[in-house]
């Protein structure tokens, strides 16, 4: 019995990598992608709520202080990101995103709403919307836990 479910864990993580490779292959023009994959999570975060603490983004992408320092130094240094006073806690800095990065948090939602409309689209509409209910069930999931 064991075994039966390893094989069946196995099989649907090779079903997501596969269909995540298969997605993603075809959009090498991705337009963010000057960014590396960290420095895209940070902005991703950040575009959800706009302002946000340091602490708490790196918290939320279980990332190190140190790491946060050196991707938010550098997303400042490409303009990105400004870093601000808390406004309640003197201790805190947050992070706002700028207009060139607000520009690449919509390109970011652009894409993934392009990504998925082109891996779902063989599915009926019925389908469709509970893959994509489920996926918003489990971001929800995600985002409570953070």
Same mark, same amino acid.
């Given at each position: 019995?064991?075994?039966? /479910?390893?094989?069946?864990?196995?099989?649907?993580?090779e079903a997501i990598?596969?269909?995540?490779?298969?997605?993603?292959?075809? @959009?090498?023009?991705?337009?963010?992608?000057?960014?590396?994959?960290r420095?895209?999570?940070?902005? /991703?975060s950040l575009g959800q709520e706009n302002l946000r603490p340091i602490a708490a983004i790196?918290?939320?992408?279980?990332?190190?202080?140190?790491t946060m320092t050196g991707l938010v130094d550098r997303l400042e240094e490409q303009g990105f990101v400004k870093r601000e006073s808390h406004p309640s806690d003197r201790r805190a800095t947050v992070l706002r995103l700028t207009k060139k990065g607000?520009?690449?948090?919509?390109?970011?939602?652009?894409?993934?709403?392009?990504?998925?409309?082109?891996?779902?689209?063989?599915?009926? @509409?019925?389908?469709?919307?509970?893959?994509?209910?489920?996926?918003a069930h489990l971001g929800r999931g995600a985002s409570a836990a953070a």
């Open positions: 019995m064991k075994n039966r /479910q390893k094989h069946a864990e196995d099989h649907h993580g990598m596969a269909l995540v490779h298969r997605a993603t292959a075809g @959009n090498a023009e991705r337009p963010t992608m000057g960014l590396n994959v420095q895209r999570l940070v902005l /991703q790196g918290q939320q992408l279980g990332f190190t202080p140190s607000e520009s690449a948090y919509r390109r970011e939602v652009d894409f993934y709403r392009a990504l998925v409309d082109e891996t779902l689209s063989e599915l009926g @509409n019925d389908a469709k919307r509970l893959v994509l209910d489920a996926l």
